[in-house]
């Protein structure tokens, strides 16, 4: 038995740290290459072509308001970022007054390593005063969102963030495209920034593609009341032949999208969000009467019909555990009941390890009394089985996945952008207490670090 004092002292992180080298090493059950060598490809040289044009070109100015919310060139949630798959997005951030300093991560959107946002990781913190330019690709259509990955669990519960949508190269001119971003706010509940009910004027027999996006730390759902629907897309993936959906909802995980499908019917449609926000369309067909969340939901694992993936996930070349858990222990000296990883408590936490072109296959585990919205950062994971249970349904791409205390899950990915990844909980305060670990390609070298001695806090 070791006496408690060491447990304390060594559990302190030192006063600036290189993710990178913090951990162990998990090489998955693959080939075991070099970790820690200083003479790869750095984080930092991960970009865009530098000498391509910009597509899209936005300046976002960030400030915190005198109420101590954070808001995007005046307004939370910020501007929509909208884009047409292929085009190259170029953003400035402008940090104006946010003394602990801030960045911008696109939430979904696999982007190049250097340009992903995440303090410490892939950039430093920009600072009052400073600006930092992103420069990013978008190849994928779909609904995602940006938010600050500075001091997150803070910043982004007080507003530092926006939607983000990527169109597709031909796109439908009679679909209405409705964006809506949810947040809890200290005021309470809100889509697009407003509480309660949004109206919005739509002729019967419109067809419009709800995009919601739950910028929250918990699970929310969706349903819509009046009209039949379909899930088209989860995380910006598109489903394969989605079946009609009527009197079952739809569960959005913290940080994931589905965007909804419908046809207004003449007497309108509404779509409600976890009973505190509600979007109507054309009419409401409860008569302003609060609409009840039907009992069934729609199960991802058996929705919509397979097709190929692109990729065989039998064969992985690497299988990684991320088994969560929880157990008393010191988390940079301070006692607690923290959050596992493997049975590891931060920053003693695995670094999975791979290498360009590996077909990698993570087994999930949550057995932590708690559910966990896990978020893979520059990748997307198709789920192969839940609890066991095989899926037979569309190809399930997600970049944000719900595991309830209880429950294991299967998910693969090819890995094919290579970087330091962040691997991470997205209930954005069990982050800030330890629920985070990364994903690392083999000959890519740190290019910042974390700690007090710089202003990098990523979570
Ligand atoms: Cu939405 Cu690590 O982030
Ligand atoms: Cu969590």
Redesign the pocket.
């Known amino acids: 038995m070791l006496p408690l004092g060491w447990f304390w002292q060594a559990s302190l992180l030192p006063d600036t740290y290189d993710m990178a080298a913090m951990g162990y090493p998990d090489w998955g059950g693959g080939p075991e290459g070099r970790h820690g060598h200083h003479d790869g490809v750095p984080v930092a040289s991960l970009t865009a072509d530098p000498d391509a044009p910009a597509d899209v070109r936005e300046t976002f100015t960030v400030r915190r308001e005198p109420d101590g919310g954070f808001t995007v060139n005046g307004t939370s949630p910020g501007p929509l970022l909208e884009a047409t798959v292929g085009d190259l997005v170029e953003v400035t951030l402008i940090n104006e007054n946010i003394t602990e300093g801030t960045t911008l991560h696109w939430h979904g959107v696999d982007v190049p390593n250097a340009a992903d946002g995440v303090a410490g990781v892939t950039q430093d913190a920009i600072g009052p005063g400073e600006e930092f330019v992103y420069r990013f690709v978008v190849e994928q259509p779909g609904t995602f969102w940006y938010h600050s990955h500075q001091l997150s669990h803070e910043q982004v519960r007080r507003g530092l963030l926006g939607g983000l949508v990527v169109y597709p190269s031909e796109r439908d001119p009679d679909e209405l495209q409705q964006v809506a971003v949810l947040h809890e706010y200290e005021a309470g509940p809100s889509l697009n920034g407003a509480a309660g009910v949004t109206t919005v004027d739509a002729e019967p027999g419109q067809r419009v593609r709800v995009r919601v996006v739950n910028t929250d730390n918990g699970e929310t759902r969706a349903w819509v009341t009046g009209a039949s629907y379909h899930v088209v897309a989860v995380d910006g993936t598109d489903l394969n032949d989605p079946g009609q959906v009527e009197d079952r909802s739809i569960s959005i995980p913290a940080g994931g999208r589905v965007d909804l499908g419908l046809v207004v019917p003449e007497s309108g449609a509404r779509v409600d969000f976890g009973g505190t926000t509600a979007l109507v369309l054309g009419g409401d067909p409860t008569d302003g009467g609060q609409a009840s969340p039907p009992m069934a939901e729609v199960d991802l694992l058996s929705y919509g019909e397979p097709s190929d993936l692109g990729f065989d996930p039998e064969r992985p070349d690497r299988h990684f555990d991320y088994r969560i858990g929880k157990r008393p222990g010191f988390l940079d000296g301070r006692p607690g009941m923290w959050?596992t990883i493997n049975g590891h408590l931060f920053p003693d936490v695995p670094m999975f390890m791979v290498e360009e072109g590996d077909v990698v296959v993570f087994e999930i585990e949550n057995n932590s009394d708690?559910?966990?919205?896990m978020h893979l950062h520059g990748h997307h994971a198709v789920v192969l089985s839940r609890n066991g249970e095989p899926a037979t349904g569309s190809p399930w791409w997600v970049d944000s996945l719900e595991v309830k205390t209880g429950e294991s899950f299967e998910i693969a990915f090819l890995a094919d952008n290579p970087g330091l990844w962040m691997d991470h909980?997205?209930?954005l305060p069990?982050?800030a207490e330890g629920?985070v670990a990364h994903l690392m390609y083999e000959g890519v070298t740190s290019s910042y670090r974390v700690g007090g001695g710089t202003a990098n806090t990523p979570e």
């Not at 708690?370 to 919205?373: E, L, T």
């Open positions: 959050w708690d559910a966990h919205p909980c997205h209930n069990h982050a629920l």
